[in-house]
């Protein structure tokens, strides 16, 4: 899942990014609010974190903006102003959900997952196709009943092909959900990680999960 953070404070957008990079998200950081706005214009977002007193435009304007855009991402608004006024004001302007500064990190993370449940499709957090099974609370995979140990970004474009599951998913798709704005679209990471994981998903297995369709894409399915 890919999430846009709009914070003007280094130090809380360091630490929130990297909280969030440790636990499988691909995170785009920008300080203002007009950057924020331009960073929703050119990628897709699972999700939106955004700071309330910012430069350039606020997040309440820039909250309106995204909703008068039709922009339906869902929004996470942070703020050090705690007044209940401020809250109903960044529901309002159409925020999803609203957290005051300071905050647990867990509690950011236990939001940022509800809000993405809330989404259209009503993410489930447990994912089964055949005998895989993707915990997307606890972050677990296992097959056949035995665990599966991936690293992050594997877990990443896992979980994301499992919300797929039988529809093909171009490489596009996945370099716009599971990586940032630092990806180098010619290298062939991607492919890296898919052969990655197709080999702790598949190998000893008769029945294979993952497949390729030569330049077109990849999808996750049971197939002899």
């Not at 929130?16 to 960073?39: F, H, N, P, T, W």
Request: charged share 30%; net charge negative.
């Amino acid at each position: 899942m890919r999430i846009l953070l709009v914070e003007d404070e280094p130090r809380m957008a360091n630490v929130i990014a990297k909280g969030l990079r440790e636990q499988s998200y691909a995170v785009d950081v920008v300080q203002d609010g007009d950057a924020g706005l331009y960073q929703t214009s050119i990628n897709d977002y699972d999700a939106i974190i955004l700071d309330v007193l910012l430069p350039q435009r606020n997040g309440f304007e820039v909250c309106r903006e995204l909703r008068a855009r039709g922009n339906a991402t869902p929004i996470l608004m942070l703020t050090a102003r705690a007044a209940i006024e401020d809250r109903l004001t960044g529901f309002d302007a159409g925020a999803d959900d609203y957290l005051t500064k300071p905050f647990s990190f867990r509690e950011l993370l236990a939001r940022i997952r509800a809000l993405l449940r809330r989404d259209s499709q009503l993410r489930p957090e447990v994912l089964g196709i055949e005998d895989l099974i993707v915990d997307s609370a606890s972050h677990r995979v296992s097959r056949a009943g035995y665990d599966v140990q991936l690293t992050a970004k594997e877990y990443a474009l896992l979980e994301y092909l499992a919300r797929r599951a039988g529809q093909l998913v171009s490489r596009a798709e996945i370099a716009a959900h599971v990586w940032d704005d630092s990806f180098d679209p010619f290298s062939n990471t991607i492919e890296v990680y898919i052969n990655r994981l197709r080999k702790k998903l598949d190998e000893n297995h008769s029945l294979k999960l993952l497949h390729t369709r030569r330049g077109e894409g990849y999808i996750l399915e049971s197939r002899q």
